[in-house]
């Protein structure tokens, strides 16, 4: 794969929600309450097939546990979830996963007992087919099984994501930012058609948050997933997503363009700030002086 | 049963009560150790037996009177505590809770062996320090060393319950069994508050440990009291004080109860069913806080 | 147990033998766990001839017991008084050194009966195998004796706090109560207890409960206690037991109930193994039993007060003592009873 | 020194042994145990099957608690159903041998799933006190069914008979014991190749983290409970079959101790460790008592403290292994291996 | 201040972990009284590491120091336990917040007054909720559940408590809003500069920590790369490139423009 001409925002077919195509994922109406405590509050908001979506929001906003409420481990009292035309708010949180929802988490989940390779194959868990007899014979199909999985893990993702050389290497000893790197690839092993993920370059620097900017983009690209993403990187935001949506306590308080976004007034209040390093260091040092 | 004796029927629960209260003490060791370093001790009962083996040495022993050999064992049991904090639990530090657990049990193991090889295995009995003559509350007989287990336990819980309330090493406490490098980052002192809180559920072992010995006479398989206390601190929640006092008077009521009106061979079942159903109703026990679960 | 057998191994040893036979005795340690018997029993039936076997706990006796019938080379005694052993079609290569735990307490029974007739009962049972051997047979042997059975208790094995059992005891009033099942907690405080509520009744024991040391260290509130006893104390220097002399002289100090079982045992074992070679027979397991059964009015030395006779698998023989707490030993009560014999 | 071995396909890279020298090691273990019977004496086949029970029943619990993260103590008295359930099918309906088996392991894994319905709610410490409540609650059930358990009496069980042939003695079980536990400890081995392995792993790792990944955790929790019971039961069987006579005492809480001690000892999580582990403590007692015969020339009472001693013993194994290795003899076994692959460059 | 020199000496310092894995090599840094000076780095470069050698925190996680020393305020830290540095008045402020979850507010503050010798702030929390108003708020519920700058703001919080001279700060921007990252940084200068507090600050997000500190240090693998005063190190072109992310004329350069084939870092090669 070499350099493709990105697509801008602008001009892209999906970029924002259109009425006529099914959206990937609806959510109305979601509300979501821990005893008094009202974390989410008549969420509503579309993701369009194959577009990235970015969440963002003040901390304790919501985004967090609007995205569990979505793969299901959170259950909202009210509001509707439907994935692909379909509602799934009744459903399991395997369920979930078995129609193709994958996500990452905020703070890595890995299963520190095993290797990269095992971690990865875990995501294919939904789409396999052995079951405890096959298990313990093994000879037949479990075996036909496991390895079929890892010949598509091995060319379609560790490739893709260059995980090759730790394959074999237990997640505990990884680097932080392979940790996100494998995370990332078990959610891709889940053939996801919704990738949700929560701060992705979260602890990176600018050098690592360009490699993971690249990876969302190809799996978007290449793959043609739907890209939910949690951030608070903006600069990561503007650039690479093709529609925003921002909570403020609990409630949707924009929805738009990146740039539509960046430039409402409660947003900049309540999220934003001035935005502006330089400005923060102009700010420090007048202060200082005065 | 023919009819009901209210009389009767009153005795027998303060006789629950009473055992009830020895049991508290019991928990209140465990859920010390619990809050302060996460650790679910097994051996708890055994602790609380070799401080009533302590008392026996040095009672019977070495003649002592029971105003010389209550606090030598008291302090014994604080420095056995203190040790095995020492010993074992400390190069623990930061291992799984399940591995923790089965350090615990084979502790209990060697302690058990060790009291069995000093002392021999055969049950005796502590000398008598309580006296005999009974209490009656109203016209229901209280067994003097029940009544008196029970004011004592129930003095030592007030107290560390309110030493919770107002000091701030019981802060110290629940912060160092919550993270210890973040107590460390904030100046606590985690070794001194480990060994501090093992060495005070030390003490308060071995306290029930004589007040049980009293009782019931000593021998090296009395730590099985200790399961009981289990029962006591998973209904009351692991970390909680309170949970232990509720606790152990629950559990010592359904024991009373149960052997009274089921028969013997019911007590046990009895505080384990009602054991499963609390950890079905309420995961972590009465009074105990709920793990925050986040993703 | 170890040191009663090993003597009385020593004893035969230095008297030549059995017939020119040395005997061997071979002790293990099993911490009473029933693999553990198992494993030591192979061990030491795999790598040597064993005519005779000590078992150390009823569930061994029992595990063991179809291996022993396969073997058919071996007769096997232990510390079990089980009464389910007391059968020779099902246990044919057992049998109990004295009575087994219903026989106690029917000695018990004949003896209360004999002195109070009449009397009302509380059975206190501690909740184990051990525990609950008895109750039926008693049951049934109460009734036959016109002995009324005012409450049953049964205690968890765990239990330490007896204070709901002693309430229960007060209010049933008994004239006797016969604990069963328990070596000595919670005896004291249930007798401690008990005399603060003013209870008049009178506490009896079983075997296990008898010895003497334990109750010298419980002292003063011991004062009282009865129970029954196949064997004599170490003490005991009735004119008739010359075994118990023996016993002295080699062991300075006061020996234990067990020890004398063990003595017991031994003797039985060597007796069996005498005649049967006297008659010329093999030393396998039929034979050995065989020889066992033509005990009639045996001389134990004065191991036990009067003559035996092995009936069943049981010795079923024993007498009432009582514990003086000034004396600081247990004094015989009556005499010695011989079950099936005696009784009307 | 061996040099790494080149794999050329996905499946070779599966295998569970991989290399020539693995599989070599594999098939003289294999004939040395064919020869055993032969050479050895009733105690030695005696230890062989007590052996060969308690590893299955160890690698079951290996299966939950090492694999899986939830802590039984609960195992004796699943193997405990087992063995009342295969002895009670033998006795009562006088079924076969290895049905009453494949019964009693079938029990117990539905009293094991049974057990495991609180560990959705119940988590970590809470669930293990909660399965020691499970097995009083057997225990009793044990003692007062007497109708159906006979009580604390037990029951005896007649020698197991394949084919006719009556297999009482251990040199005669041996034949049926070894292969079971064989077959038992590759499947577990098995398992862990799969994606149900796979799943226990993840579970015992991150549980809501593996739910959201599409593991359905209740399912998972209670397939592992039931496998893992399962096992026992298998062993309980086994067990009935072997000591010929079964009581509620024979399936005492530190029985379940004493499994949960050899899955430490021997490491939790890896299949190896449920082998050495129950081999190890199984024999600790054994060696034991061959160091007081040994000592008892000079030590008049050692027997007599031999009880206790290896009460002490067994506590400090346990605290032992997890202070200074805490993978268990798998992790050492690992390293004397490595020591060879490398020798004669490194250390 | 009697001793002149600066208030940390690190020098030369090597860690291993688990006696296997070496993470530091041969490190060197400076924190003079009074300043904040930044440390940047890739991931896994080593940073905690170096502030867990510093705050004696490391042994806890099995790793060792096997190599140099560090001075703190003239005396080396060998000589302390962990707690005592901490009364000494060196602060650690641990990556990813380390708040005690299922205590208070109120009461993780009173968990850091172990910190002061004597037991009391001399302001009691006065202080604190001075700087951040919004804990003052929340100060009876419990921790756990806060947001993750309120979080942030509770650790740093905890340091103000022990009134310390060098606060060792990790990563305090870790996946706060922009706004967040804007108001924590604008305390963390106001800190410094009212209470004269020194910091070592830990960052990734490199704009915020030049805004802040008066001299910066850039680790690669265990190393220090780089380093300088701010100024100097902000017109570096590498590090504007890598840790800025301008483009040689100095304007932002688009993610969306990143090639696959990227310039490596040149003191890598
Ligand atoms: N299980 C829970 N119980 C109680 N309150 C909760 C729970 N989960 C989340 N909250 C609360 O809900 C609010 C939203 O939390 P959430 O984690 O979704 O925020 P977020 O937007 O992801 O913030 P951040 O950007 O810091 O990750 C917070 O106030 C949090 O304390
Ligand atoms: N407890 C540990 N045991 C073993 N290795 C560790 C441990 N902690 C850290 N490491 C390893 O040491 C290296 C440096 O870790 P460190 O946390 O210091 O990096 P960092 O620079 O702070 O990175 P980040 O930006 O991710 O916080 C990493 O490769 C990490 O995997
Ligand atoms: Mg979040
Ligand atoms: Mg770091």
Redesign the pocket.
């Known amino acids: 794969m070499g350099p493709q001409p990105a697509p801008r925002p602008e001009d892209a077919p999906a970029g924002a929600p259109s009425a006529a195509a099914t959206p990937s994922l609806a959510v109305a109406g979601l509300s979501l309450r821990?005893g008094g405590?009202k974390?989410l509050t008549g969420v509503s908001f579309d993701v369009a097939p194959g577009s990235i979506t970015a969440v963002i929001?003040p901390?304790?906003?919501?985004?967090?546990?609007?995205f569990n409420c979505i793969s299901g481990f959170y259950r909202p009292q009210e509001g509707t979830i439907a994935f692909e035309g379909e509602a799934i708010g009744r459903l399991h949180p395997p369920a979930r996963a078995r129609r193709g929802l994958a996500r990452t988490f905020?703070n890595i989940a890995l299963f520190r007992g095993m290797t990269v390779l095992d971690n990865i194959k875990l995501g294919r868990h939904v789409h396999m087919r052995t079951n405890l007899l096959d298990a313990l014979v093994y000879w037949g199909r479990a075996r036909r099984e496991e390895i079929e999985i890892r010949a598509e893990i091995e060319e379609r993702v560790i490739d893709f994501l260059d995980l090759n050389h730790i394959r074999h290497q237990p997640v505990a000893s990884l680097a932080y930012g392979l940790r996100k790197r494998v995370e990332l690839a078990r959610a891709l092993a889940m053939r996801p058609r919704l990738l949700m993920l929560d701060?992705p370059v979260a602890g990176m620097n600018r050098e690592e948050t360009e490699d993971m900017a690249r990876f969302i983009l190809d799996v978007k690209e290449e793959w043609g997933t739907t890209i939910l993403m949690?951030e608070?990187d903006m600069g990561l935001v503007m650039d690479i997503s093709d529609h925003v949506v921002v909570?403020n306590f609990g409630q949707v308080i924009a929805r738009g363009r990146p740039a539509e976004v960046t430039r409402n007034e409660e947003v900049i209040r309540a999220y934003l700030g001035a935005g502006d390093v330089g400005a923060l260091r102009a700010r420090i040092e007048g202060r200082e002086a005065a | 049963m023919e009819g009901f004796d209210p009389l009767f029927f009153a005795e027998v629960t303060l006789a629950g009560l009473g055992s009830g209260a020895l049991l508290a003490l019991t928990g209140l060791a465990f859920v010390l150790i619990y809050k302060a370093t996460r650790v679910v001790n097994l051996a708890i009962g055994e602790m609380l037996m070799v401080g009533a083996y302590l008392f026996f040495a040095f009672a019977a022993g070495l003649g002592l009177p029971a105003w010389g050999a209550i606090p030598l064992a008291l302090a014994g049991g604080g420095l056995l505590g203190a040790a095995i904090e020492r010993a074992i639990i400390r190069p623990m530090l930061g291992e799984s809770p399940i591995a923790i657990f089965m350090v615990t049990i084979g502790l209990g193991s060697v302690l058990v062996g060790l009291v069995e090889i000093v002392w021999s295995p055969n049950p005796t009995q502590l000398p008598d320090f309580i006296g005999a003559a009974p209490v009656f509350l109203g016209e229901a007989y209280v067994s003097r060393k029940i009544a008196v287990g029970f004011a004592v336990a129930c003095l030592v819980i007030a107290g560390f319950l309110l030493a919770f309330r107002t000091w701030r090493g019981g802060v110290a406490l629940r912060a160092t069994a919550a993270d210890q490098a973040a107590a460390y980052s904030c100046g606590i002192d985690v070794p001194a508050v480990f060994c501090a809180a093992w060495a005070l559920a030390g003490v308060a072992a071995a306290a029930a440990g004589i007040l049980v010995g009293a009782v019931g006479g000593i021998s090296p398989t009395m730590g099985v009291f200790g399961l009981s206390a289990l029962v006591v601190v998973i209904v009351g929640g692991l970390d909680s004080v309170a949970g232990a006092l509720v606790g152990g008077l629950v559990v010592g009521l359904l024991e009373a109860w149960s052997g009274t009106f089921l028969g013997g061979e019911y007590k046990i079942v009895a505080t384990f069913s009602l054991l499963l159903a609390v950890l079905v109703v309420r995961p972590y026990g009465l009074f105990g806080t709920a793990e925050?679960?986040?993703l | 147990i170890n040191d009663g057998i090993a003597d009385y191994v020593k004893i035969v040893n230095e008297a030549g033998g059995i017939q020119g036979r040395k005997v061997r005795y071979i002790p293990e340690d099993t911490g009473y766990k029933v693999d553990q018997s198992v494993a030591v029993f192979n061990k030491i039936t795999g790598s040597n001839p064993v005519s005779f076997y000590y078992s150390d706990s009823t569930g061994f006796a029992k595990t063991i017991n179809p291996e022993l019938n396969r073997k058919n080379s071996m007769i096997m005694a232990g510390a079990s008084f089980a009464s389910e052993l007391n059968n020779p079609k099902a246990y044919p290569n057992q049998f109990v050194a004295g009575p087994d735990y219903s026989e106690m307490i029917g000695v018990l029974l004949e003896y209360i009966a004999k002195t109070q007739p009449g009397a009302r009962l509380a059975l206190v049972n501690s909740d184990t195998e051990f525990g609950r051997d008895p109750v039926a047979a008693t049951e049934a042997m109460a009734a036959k004796l016109k002995l009324p059975i005012a409450v049953k208790i049964v205690t968890p094995p765990t239990s330490v706090d007896v204070s709901t059992e002693v309430l229960k005891l007060r209010r049933a009033n008994p004239d006797f109560t016969l604990f069963h099942g328990y070596i000595l907690a919670p005896l004291p405080e249930f007798m401690s207890q008990a005399k603060q509520l003013g209870l008049k009744t009178k506490f009896m024991g079983t075997f296990w409960s008898m010895d003497n040391s334990i109750w010298a260290r419980v002292g003063e509130p011991a004062d009282g206690f009865m129970g029954v006893m196949p064997y004599r104390y170490y003490y005991d220097e009735a004119p008739d037991a010359p075994m118990l002399q023996k016993i002295r002289a080699m062991r300075p100090e006061y020996q234990s109930t067990a020890y004398m079982q063990g003595f017991l045992t031994a003797m039985l074992f060597c007796e069996s193994a005498k005649r049967a070679l006297a008659a010329g027979q093999e030393l396998t397991a039929p034979n050995l039993k065989a020889a066992l059964n033509t005990l009639k009015d045996f001389d134990t030395g004065g191991i036990i007060g009067v003559p035996i006779t092995l009936s069943g698998n049981t010795i079923p023989v024993g007498r009432v003592y009582r514990y003086d707490a000034a004396a600081k030993r247990m004094i015989g009560e009556g005499d010695w009873i011989r079950l099936g014999k005696d009784a009307g | 020194m061996r040099i790494g071995a080149l794999k050329t396909s996905y499946a070779a890279d599966h295998a569970l042994f991989d290399t020539p020298v693995q599989r070599a090691w594999l098939g003289l273990g294999a004939a040395l145990l064919l020869a055993f019977p032969f050479v050895a004496d009733d105690y030695w086949l005696y230890l062989a099957c007590l052996v060969a029970i308690h590893v299955i029943a160890t690698t079951g619990l290996n299966i939950l608690t090492g694999f899986t993260g939830l802590v039984s103590l609960g195992h004796a008295a699943f193997m405990g159903v087992g063995a009342y359930t295969a002895a009670l099918m033998e006795i009562r309906l006088g079924a076969p041998f290895l049905l009453n088996l494949l019964g009693g392991g079938l029990m117990a894994a539905g009293v094991g799933v049974l057990v495991g319905l609180p560990s959705l709610r119940v988590k970590g410490l809470y669930l293990a006190i909660a399965t020691i409540a499970a097995s009083f609650i057997l225990h009793f059930v044990f003692q007062n069914w007497s109708t159906v358990t006979g009580g604390i009496a037990g029951l005896s069980v007649p020698p197991a008979r394949i084919l006719g042939i009556e297999l009482a003695r251990p040199a005669a079980l041996y034949w049926v014991i070894l292969p079971l536990a064989g077959l038992s400890v590759l499947a577990a081995a098995n398992l862990f190749r799969t994606r149900i392995g796979r799943a226990f792993i993840a579970i015992r790792d991150r549980d809501i983290s593996a739910e959201i990944l599409g593991i359905p955790l209740l399912r998972y929790k209670l397939m592992s409970f039931g496998l893992s019971a399962f096992y026992a039961g298998l062993a309980g069987g086994l067990f009935a079959y072997f000591f010929r006579s079964i009581t509620p005492e024979s399936f005492p809480l530190v029985y379940s101790i004493f499994f949960l001690a050899a899955v430490i000892v021997g490491g939790m999580g890896t299949i190896l460790g449920g082998i050495l582990g129950a081999a190890f403590m199984t024999m600790v007692p054994e060696v034991l008592k061959l160091g007081v015969g040994l000592a008892s020339p000079w030590l008049p009472n050692a027997v007599a403290i031999l009880s206790p001693v290896r009460t002490v013993v067994f506590g400090l194994l346990i605290i032992g292994f997890l202070i200074f290795e805490p993978h268990g003899l798998a992790e050492i076994w690992r390293r004397i291996r490595r020591f060879f692959h490398l020798w004669p460059f490194r250390t | 201040m009697s001793a002149p020199g600066p208030i940390l000496d690190v020098a030369n310092i090597e860690v291993i972990y688990n006696r296997t894995v070496q993470v530091l090599r041969g490190l060197s840094l400076a924190v003079p009284r009074g300043q904040v000076v930044a440390l940047l780095g890739s991931n896994g470069a080593g940073k905690s590491t170096t502030l867990k050698a510093v705050s004696r925190l490391l042994e806890i996680e099995d790793g060792a120091l096997t190599g140099g020393a560090i001075r703190f305020d003239g005396q080396d830290v060998a000589a302390f336990a962990p707690h005592a540095l901490v009364r000494r008045g060196l602060f650690h402020v641990m990556e990813g917040r380390r708040i005690f979850e299922d205590l208070s507010v109120e009461e993780n503050l009173t968990a850091a007054t172990f910190a002061r010798p004597g037991g009391r702030p001399s302001r009691g929390f006065a202080l604190v909720y001075e700087y951040f108003p919004r804990l003052f708020e929340r100060r009876s519920g419990l921790a756990g559940?806060?947001?993750?700058?309120e979080q942030q703001m509770l650790a740093i919080g905890r340091a103000l408590i022990a009134e310390p001279q060098l606060i060792l700060l990790d990563e305090p921007s870790l996946?706060l809003?922009p706004i967040l990252v804007e108001e924590i940084f604008s305390i963390i200068a106001r800190i410094n500069r009212e209470q004269g507090t020194a910091m070592l600050l830990v960052e990734q997000n490199a704009a915020v920590a030049f805004a802040v500190s008066h001299y910066a240090y850039i680790m690669e693998t265990g190393k220090i790369v780089i380093d300088g005063p701010v100024e100097r190190l902000m017109h570096d072109a590498d590090v504007r490139e890598f840790y800025l992310g301008l483009g040689a004329a100095g304007q932002g350069r688009s993610f969306r423009d990143v090639k696959h084939y990227k310039r490596r870092k040149r003191w890598l090669s």
Not at chain 1, 59 to 66: D, F, Q, R
Not at chain 5, 145 to 149: E, F, H, K, N, T
């Open positions: 821990f405590l974390v929001g901390n304790g906003a919501g985004k967090t546990s609007l905020q701060e949690v608070h909570l | 925050i679960e986040r | 559940y806060l947001s993750g700058g996946g809003s």
